[in-house]
């Protein structure tokens, strides 16, 4: 599997705050079957940094897991804030893309409240040929109250990353309902670890996966469409489930 966000990045935002425990957690993530992660700390104003900071340490974990032995890639990304979003060029949001590859951004999507202009940021990061890769939807409590009010969102080619631990109920019952009304109206695309720290949200994406019926889509979500994101080709997942009846995890 593919885990295409992660805080693994030792000492540069609220993650491992050491290489010991960046160490830790790609331990754990080999455990629990992945083999690749994208290193995606936050980009905004608290924790401020550049590329060329990140590739650094990218660059340093890639050698220290060599050393170790540790069979896990390293790829390069960030959690870009909205509110940092205006502040950067269409070059330096190619710099902050997942592998580089100045296809897809990973885009933090707020824990309250529903973000105003979002739509239009959509609109102009696709004019700049990007793709919006929205982290964790489901946590906010608009999106728990109506999950379909992503769908506007997902039909103009924006995608959604799902966390693992709200799939297998480790954030709670609401926030594990929303997670699977999304995965019924064909409105996730992704499903991540969000893994701060061996402690904080580690990465179960096994355990997540294991909650979902049908075998195609947990490959979809874990293998297929990570994969086509970090190599920076297109991806045409279908489209959201439409009309009264919308049937459980129904992706394929």
Known sequence: MIDLHTHILPGIDDGAATLAE??????????????????????????????????????????DFAQKGIPLEVHFGGELDLGALGGLTPDDLRRFSLAQTGRYVLVEFPYRGWPLGLERIAFELRAAGLTCLLAHPERNPEVKAAPERLEPLVRSGTLVQVTAASLDGRLGRATQQAAKRLFELRLAHVLA??????????????????????HGLATFLTEDAPAAILEGAELDPPPPATGPRRKRFGLF
């Open 193 to 214: 670890s969000d893994a701060h720290s061996p402690a904080l949200r580690e990465m179960g994406l096994a355990d997540a996966v294991a909650t979902l019926d049908d």
């Open 22 to 63: 960046s160490r830790a957690i790609a331990e754990r993530a080999v455990v629990d079957g992945i083999t690749a992660v994208a290193a995606t700390p936050h980009v905004r104003d608290d924790y401020p940094t550049t590329p060329e900071e990140m590739e650094s340490r990218v660059a340093t974990l890639r050698e």
